[in-house]
């Protein structure tokens, strides 16, 4: 049987308006209405127990001392009517077993060291930070100090006065050529000697240049340093290798040109595999390029350039074998009618005039004389000098002029240009080549009368008037004792300078291409 029974017949609300008739007596009672949906009854509120019709009937229940009417992980706390799951020292979480509970947490000492570790690792990258700063404001000084030594102010100046066009040389900054050479890194040196190193570059807008950094330079010829950009980046002429700038942010200036892709002269000269496929047609016709930019900056550049230091190393050939004459390096401008007085002799083995290592003083004529070697490289295929040769045949000039006095001269002749129908043309060369070599520079041709007479051999095969020829003695004595006095290398690396002040010689740093 079963009982169902409920306090009177209203609601809790109803009863709960006479509370001296309100059976739940107990503080921590509550009134619910019963299933049947008559009357009232009473219960304790949750976490407490007891009979709620009684006053203070409902006790509060411990949880925590049963374990299966708490959820907690590690320790519990008793509350009024609940209770609270407690994590022990070391520990954090709520608690709970169906939560996070407790995890372990980190010790003091652990705190410490992390934060005095994170302290360290911020002081260091402060300290870098400052020492990166400082080094980049060092860096900016010293920048600065290079654009001013090396005349970047007067370059400048030069620049704004003149009209801007494309032609005009530029004034790159030394980041803009470490990113172009992948900070000079040695993949990309492409020449390398006495005067400095040539990279190769790649610029932002893709083109290629080659990049000039030489070793050395003189802190009095700034000025005249300047002059020489601003006249050689104007000089547009398809046989001379362009100027596009410098940079005058390092110690050194930079120099910046067009970058030629398929060697100089002399390498094609001395590799056999390439000496055989240049063809005499085609060495003729380099010559004859050559002939006519030389005589170009003798006598319609503006000032009149003397390049002093023609060498087969310094013209370069593109892909087509056209000419491009380099190494501006060591050129100078000069007056018209004038020559240079200098006390130091500056040049290549092999190549350098005699009468301006005796006198000292520089004219075009010291360029004629060396184009006629190159003359001679052209048609013998061998080095202007060389210490493995017997004594009478290390400089090339001099073993050339005594072959041709013996009439020996197709003896040394390469033999890959000879032939029944150049034979005429070939002596042509060797006579005008001979011409160029005279001790004397005033018994040579100038440069304009050397081009315009390859050109009329090339286009009409007439032959040139010989000269007479200087006394054996004087060229003995000039070529033969004065070019043995530096036998120390080749000519196709190594550099020279003689200064008569103190009657030695010392290396220089002449241009490369």
């Known amino acids: 049987m079963v009982v169902d029974w409920a306090i009177g017949n209203g609601t809790c609300e109803d009863a709960q308006m006479n509370m001296s008739s309100y059976a739940c007596k107990s503080t921590n009672s509550k009134c619910y209405k019963p299933d049947n949906g008559y009357g009232y009854r009473c219960l304790c509120s949750e976490g407490y127990q007891g009979n709620p019709y009684l006053p203070n009937g409902c006790q509060d229940i411990d949880e925590c001392k049963d374990p299966s009417l708490s959820n907690c992980e ?3 706390k008793n509350t009024e009517g609940s209770y609270q799951c407690v994590c022990p020292k070391g520990y954090h979480g709520d608690g709970k077993k169906d939560g996070k509970g407790c995890i372990r947490g980190q010790s003091l000492v652990f705190k410490l060291v992390t934060g005095i570790a994170l302290g360290i690792i911020v002081l260091m990258l402060a300290a870098c930070w400052l020492y990166l700063e400082l080094k980049r404001r060092k860096l900016v000084r010293m920048k600065h100090k290079f654009f001013l030594q090396n005349g970047g102010l007067l370059l400048q100046e030069k620049l704004t006065r003149r009209d801007t066009s494309p032609d005009m040389a530029r004034i790159f900054t030394s980041a803009e ?8 890194h040695d993949s990309r040196i492409i020449g390398q000697g006495g005067f400095g190193t040539v990279y190769k570059g790649f610029l932002s807008d893709n083109r290629i240049v080659a990049i000039k950094k030489s070793k050395q330079v003189d802190p009095n010829q700034v000025g005249q340093f300047i002059n020489e950009v601003i006249v050689l980046s104007k000089i ?7 100027l596009l700038g410098c940079c005058l942010e390092t110690e050194v200036p930079l120099l910046v040109y067009e970058f030629i892709n398929n060697g100089t002269l002399f390498e094609h000269i001395q590799n056999k595999t390439k000496a055989r496929a240049l063809s005499w047609d085609n060495r003729f016709r380099i010559a004859t390029e050559a002939a006519g930019v030389l005589a170009y900056l003798h006598s319609a550049a503006s000032p009149p350039i003397i390049h002093r230091d023609v060498k087969s190393a310094n013209i370069l050939l593109d892909t087509r074998f056209t000419v491009k004459v380099s190494d501006f390096g060591a050129s100078r401008l000069f007056p018209l009618d004038q020559t240079q007085l200098s006390t130091v002799v500056q040049g290549t083995y092999g190549y350098l005039d005699p009468e301006y290592m005796q006198t000292n003083q520089l004219s075009e004529k010291s360029d004629v004389y060396s184009f006629g070697v190159v003359l001679v490289e052209l048609l013998t295929g061998k080095k202007a000098y060389r210490n493995d040769r017997p004594q009478e045949q290390r400089n090339l000039a001099s073993y050339f002029l005594l072959t041709l006095k013996q009439d020996h001269l197709f003896r040394i002749l390469d033999i890959n240009i000879v032939s029944e129908e150049n034979n005429e043309e070939l002596i042509s060369v060797a006579t005008l080549a001979k011409r160029c070599l005279y001790v004397k520079g005033e018994d040579r041709p100038t440069m304009k009368e050397v081009a ?35 036998s120390n290398g080749e000519s196709s690396s190594t550099s020279i300078g003689y200064d008569s002040t103190r009657d030695h010689s010392f290396l220089r740093s002449s241009g490369g291409r």
Not at 177 to 184: H, V, W
Not at 236 to 242: A, E, I, S
Not at 471 to 479: F, G, Y
């Open 177 to 184: 050529l470490k990113k172009a050479t992948n900070n000079f």
């Open 236 to 242: 547009n002429h398809r046989n001379v290798v362009k």
């Open 74 to 76: 590690k320790h519990c």
């Open 452 to 486: 315009m007479e390859l050109e009329g051999l090339r286009l009409s095969g007439k032959h040139s008037k010989i000269r007479t020829e200087p006394d054996a003695p004087e060229m003995e004595s000039l070529l033969g004792e004065k070019f043995n006095a530096f």
